[in-house]
Antibody, heavy 120, light 106 residues
């Protein structure tokens, strides 16, 4: 079964860091890029960027440079999103998602989402 | 940057047809994908490449793309179709999501 399974909810204080994991299974991990998407409470979907599984090279969307870091551990078929210097406005659900180039870059598999709450 | 405005909400009577638009300058020149998101759940791809359905998606869901608007059509709407719907394109190596539309089945 093709799936992306994310780590559980996090409650963090402002200024702290958080690392969200996204474990892939059921497919060849290196064959598909992993994207990250943010959804603030009651808001729409916002693309954060993607990571090339073969090279490990990340690409960040506008507004997600500096404090956001995408990384990989291919030995355990897992992608990571780290957010540093957390702010209250980082409170959101974060999704990892598999990109299908053969479907003209549609996202065909989504993780279940990880809720990150930033509060003092 | 490219913007994809959608109506905030669409209401449809049970069994009738709902149409959700996704606007964009010459959007017909891009492939449009559509996602359904129910409360508390991850999005699900329902239409890709303007009008293709992934396996498992009912034929009641269809899509089109012409001129400056793409459209997702839900025929014979069911209570289970109540959800938020987002269009999405790939533009200049960037994902762009629409603003989202809440569909209510009356």
């Amino acid at each position: 079964q093709v799936q992306l399974v994310q780590s559980g909810s996090e409650l963090k204080k402002p200024g702290a860091s958080v690392k969200v994991s996204c474990k892939a299974s059921g497919y060849t991990f290196s064959a598909y890029a992993v994207n990250w998407v943010r959804q603030a409470p009651g808001q729409g979907l916002e693309w954060m960027g993607w990571i090339n599984i073969n090279t490990g090279n990340p690409t960040y969307a506008q507004g997600f440079t500096g404090r956001f870091v995408f990384s990989l551990d291919t030995s355990v078929t897992t992608a990571y999103l780290q957010i540093n210097s957390l702010k209250a406005e980082d409170t959101a659900v974060y999704y990892c998602a598999r990109e299908r180039v053969t479907l003209s870059n549609a996202i065909d598999i989504w993780g279940q989402g990880t809720m990150v709450v930033v509060s003092s | 940057s490219y913007e994809l405005p959608q109506p905030l909400s669409v209401s449809v009577a049970l069994g009738q047809t709902a149409r959700i638009t996704c606007g964009g300058n010459n959007i017909e020149n891009k492939y449009v994908h559509w996602y359904q998101q129910k409360p508390g759940q991850a999005p699900v791809l329902v239409i890709y490449r303007d009008s293709s359905r992934p396996s498992g998606i009912p034929e009641r869901f269809s899509g089109s793309n012409s001129g400056n608007a793409a459209t997702l059509t839900i025929s014979r709407a069911q209570a289970g179709d109540e959800a938020d719907y987002y269009c999405q394109i790939w533009d200049n190596s960037t994902y762009v999501f629409g603003t989202g539309t809440t569909v209510t089945v009356l």
